[in-house]
């Protein structure tokens, strides 16, 4: 079946920077959208950055300027660069993707930015 695998989270202090990385497999990667969300606790569930097929990006308000959404073809994934990370951004991090008829998510990472 799709699987999507999420790496690269863990605990940095504020300020700090991490890099997000989910591999797909079992799918035409190329022709899917690409995003990530995220999920704090008691928080609903919230778009934090997307990529289409044609790599146009989009990305919430709150981390404009600081976050950055990649796609490699090739690879058949996803990265999220996380500069300058502030304690709001603390959350589990999940990939999706989205194409014709379906969409899938990966199992998440947890982000954690805390002194």
């Known amino acids: 079946q799709v699987q999507l695998v999420e790496s690269g989270g863990g605990l940095v202090q504020p300020g700090g920077s991490l890099r997000l990385s989910c591999t797909v497999s079992?799918?035409?990667?190329?022709?899917?959208?690409m995003a990530w969300y995220r999920q704090a606790p008691g928080e609903q569930r919230e778009l934090v950055a997307a990529?289409?097929?044609?790599?146009?990006?989009n990305y919430a308000d709150s981390v404009k300027g600081r976050f950055t959404i990649s796609r490699e073809n090739a690879k058949s994934a996803v990265y999220l660069q996380m500069n300058s990370l502030k304690p709001e951004d603390t959350a589990v991090y999940y990939c999706?993707?989205?194409?014709?008829?379906?969409?899938?998510w990966g199992q998440g990472t947890q982000v954690t930015v805390s002194a």
């Open positions: 990529i289409t097929k044609g790599g146009t990006t």
């Open positions: 999706n993707a989205k194409g014709p008829g379906n969409a899938y």
């Open positions: 079992r799918i035409m990667f190329s022709i899917f959208d």
